[in-house]
């Protein structure tokens, strides 16, 4: 009887799951920086304690042609404030990620050596693997240039 009570938990549990901040650790930094097969791949870095993040996340949110995945720096053990305040800024229903598991630093490294970590950043991978990045507010311009397929 056991069993079959677990699995109704997890059938009723399953679409309450859907849109809620999901754990991101050492083990996923490769899948996630992992180029798109075709267009873009933006992946917005923020915190709870993060001025600028909210208006970042709402741009990068409108961008219709690309994927968008956003990514707290916060750890997964604070998973209720920040789906709230994905909630609240009305980005639920995009890919969300917290940092668990590896110290922030590691990740902040494996994600990329040369950013000290600092929030808001954006990084975009093309699908021909070229990477640009931008730390602090977006203006629609910047956005634009970071977005941009390159002329080849």
Not at 31 to 54: H, M, N, R
Not at 90 to 116: F, M
Not at 120 to 136: C, F, K
Request: proline residues 6%.
């Amino acid at each position: 009887m056991r069993p079959w009570l677990c699995a109704v938990v997890l059938l009723v549990a399953a679409p309450a799951m859907a849109g809620q901040v999901q754990p991101l650790t050492t083990g996923d930094v490769a899948t996630l920086l992992k180029p798109p097969s075709q267009g873009v791949k933006v992946i917005e870095f923020w915190a709870l304690d993060c001025a600028y993040c909210e208006a970042n996340m709402k741009a990068v949110a409108a961008l219709e042609t690309a994927r968008v995945i956003l990514v707290a720096t916060d750890n997964i053990a604070h998973a209720a404030a920040l789906n709230k305040r994905l909630a609240d800024m009305g980005v639920s229903h995009l890919p969300a990620r917290a940092y668990a598991g590896a110290s922030r630093q590691r990740l902040d490294y494996l994600i990329d050596p040369n950013w000290g970590g600092i929030t808001p950043r954006t990084l975009v991978i093309h699908a021909d693997g070229t990477r640009r990045s931008a730390v602090g507010a977006l203006t629609p311009q910047r956005l634009q240039t970071l977005v941009a397929t390159s002329e080849r």
